[in-house]
């Protein structure tokens, strides 16, 4: 079955950086879009970017030019680098396929401080 394994979250201050990593299986990875999404406290899920199997990268507004999405095929990983974090971007984030499937991971949550 799909599983979907995030890590790397944590505690950080404004302007810092983190680097989120989601372990996949359960579905053909490489020929699938990966995105990153976040749910903040009290809001809807919303989609951060996302990046297809060749690697061509689409952002939302907030993540162009402070975040990069990547992805390792070979290992079924996908990346998030976080760069100049704001306190806005405080979230639990989550990786899935786009459009996304059913099943959801646990999610790596996300404080920053200000």
């Known amino acids: 079955q799909v599983r979907l394994l995030e890590s790397g979250g944590g505690l950080v201050q404004a302007g810092g950086s983190l680097r989120l990593s989601c372990s996949a299986s359960g579905f053909t990875f490489h020929v699938n879009d990966m995105g990153w999404y976040r749910q903040a406290p009290g809001k809807a899920r919303e989609w951060v970017a996302q990046i297809s199997g060749g690697g061509n990268r689409i952002y939302s507004d907030f993540a162009e030019d402070r975040f990069i999405i990547s992805r390792d095929n070979a290992k079924n990983t996908v990346f998030l680098y976080m760069t100049g974090l704001k306190s806005e971007d405080t979230a639990v984030y989550y990786c899935?396929?786009?459009?996304?499937?059913?099943?959801w991971g646990q999610g790596t949550p996300v404080t920053v401080s200000s």
């Open positions: 899935n396929t786009v459009p996304y499937q059913t099943t």
